[in-house]
């Protein structure tokens, strides 16, 4: 166990032998995780334990769980500050403002490009295709690719 590791679990009111207990169980896992993972998870309401044993679950099932998470949540606050772009995108083509539609699509294609998102989920649908005016969640969408 890091000392960073164990300075946090003592600061969370854990005795020395139940961090003892809990480095034999999160051992085998990047300290790195664990450090995210605890930090995570002790945003909710619980002991320090409680938040451990969801750590190691979370681990468990995959290794770089808390990695994984902070990708998703990125993604998705990104995607969601452009959906307001992609509203004025789709209104200046609604409205027949080609010019201003193509300016607003650069720079939504730049951000999409810039941060690896998938292009379709940021605009809803193919964004040259005017039949296509649905659009997607992005939160849900960065979520159901976390799980995947």
């Given at each position: ?8 679990l003592t600061r969370a009111g ?94 939504i294609d730049k951000e999409v ?17 005017p039949r296509q005016r649905e ?14």
């Amino acid at each position: 166990m890091t000392p960073k590791l164990r300075s946090l679990l003592t600061r969370a009111g854990l005795t020395q032998k139940a961090i003892e207990v809990w480095n034999r169980k999160l051992s085998r896992y990047d300290v790195d995780q664990v450090i995210k993972g605890f930090k995570s998870e002790s945003e909710h309401a619980g002991d320090a334990d409680a938040h451990l044993q969801i750590v190691l679950d979370h681990l468990k099932e995959k290794p770089d769980y808390y990695t994984r998470l902070d990708k998703a949540m990125g993604e998705a606050i990104v995607a969601a500050d452009l959906r307001g772009w992609v509203d004025d995108y789709k209104k200046a083509r609604q409205y027949g403002n080609v010019g201003l539609a193509k300016r607003i699509k650069v720079n939504i294609d730049k951000e999409v490009q810039k941060h690896g998102l998938d292009r379709a989920e940021v605009y809803g649908s193919d964004p040259d295709d005017p039949r296509q005016r649905e659009s997607v969640d992005p939160i849900k969408a960065a979520v159901d690719k976390l799980l995947a």
